[in-house]
């Protein structure tokens, strides 16, 4: 049996092209899916890494806050006392004849640092020195905050 040229043409071109899809199915589709698996990671990552980077900075602004505050905690010093602080204060705004009584509250301990309370009663006081009076504690370097107030007429 004797074979054509033409039928040896065409074998050879089914031959080459079962090759083709063979090496595509096998070589150049696992690949390709391989490639686009490691571009959605590294877009993941990338992803990652500007977040941690952004946690990197809040991070480093709050050592940086926690060392200041700690710094004033230092220059506060251990004779200070917050009745003795707000008693000066009332003297040097204006307020201390105002000041209807002032005692020490017993406040929940959170961690290393024992929080202070002073409950104070004003009257007759206008809104001007109430509002300087608040805004020199608040703004004071002594780290103190108003956490709850009540005000009546």
């Known amino acids: ?23 595509y199915w096998l070589i150049i589709s696992p690949a390709i899916s391989q490639r686009e ?31 200041a505050a700690e710094t004033r905690l230092k220059q506060k010093g251990s004779a200070f006392t917050l009745l003795s602080f707000l008693e000066a204060l009332s003297r040097s705004v204006g307020v201390d004849k105002k000041i209807q009584y002032m005692k020490p509250l017993s406040l929940e301990v959170e961690g290393e640092i024992r929080p202070e309370g002073i409950e104070m009663v ?23 905050t108003i ?7």
Do not use: C, H, P
């Open 1 to 23: 049996m004797k074979i054509t040229r033409s039928s040896m043409l065409i074998t050879s071109i089914a031959g080459l092209l079962v090759l083709g899809l063979l090496y």
């Open 37 to 67: 698996r490691l571009i959605i990671r590294i877009e993941k990552r990338a992803a990652d890494l500007v977040q941690m980077k952004a946690l990197k900075r809040e991070w480093q602004d709050f050592q940086k806050k926690r060392d």
């Open 122 to 144: 004003l009257e007759k006081i206008d809104m001007r020195e109430l509002v300087n009076f608040l805004y020199r504690i608040e703004y004071s370097e002594k780290l103190l």
């Open 147 to 153: 956490r709850r107030i009540r005000i009546q007429k």
